[in-house]
């Protein structure tokens, strides 16, 4: 069975930086599978952030975040981790890390789609004032 656990989540101010982290037990690809970050704000549909490959080589980001935010594996490839920088109000939502079910997809457009994806986690929240 998979489980992913997020943390790293908290309250901080406009233009802080913060680091989520998301652990996954029980993925059996040998290098990992590809991994992502996704967000869902009360009352918004949940939005694509990031993704990586399982060899960790190839990222994505979403547009909004392109430029703030580097997602990225931890050496034991069972961790991944988003750093965000320049957070902003609209940044605040519910931050779930997600697992799929190969290393990598046959299209780039496949990595921010929640359907590639077969595990979640519970996330964590990011709340950005100013």
């Known amino acids: 069975q998979v489980q992913l656990v997020e943390s790293g989540g908290g309250l901080v101010q406009a233009g802080d930086s913060l680091r989520l982290s998301c652990e996954a037990s029980?993925?059996?690809?040998?290098?990992?599978?590809?991994m992502a970050w996704f967000r869902q704000a009360p009352g918004k549909e949940r939005d694509f952030v990031a993704a990586v490959t399982g060899s960790g080589r190839r990222t994505f980001y979403a547009d909004s975040v392109s430029g703030r935010i580097t997602i990225s594996r931890g050496v034991a490839k069972n961790m991944v981790h988003l750093e965000m920088t320049s957070l902003q109000p609209d940044d605040t939502a519910v931050y779930c890390c997600a697992a799929g079910r190969a290393a990598s997809f046959g299209d780039t457009n496949m990595y921010s789609a929640e359907k590639y994806y077969a595990y979640w986690g519970q996330g964590t929240q990011v709340t950005v004032s100013s």
């Open positions: 029980g993925i059996t690809i040998f290098g990992g599978v590809a």
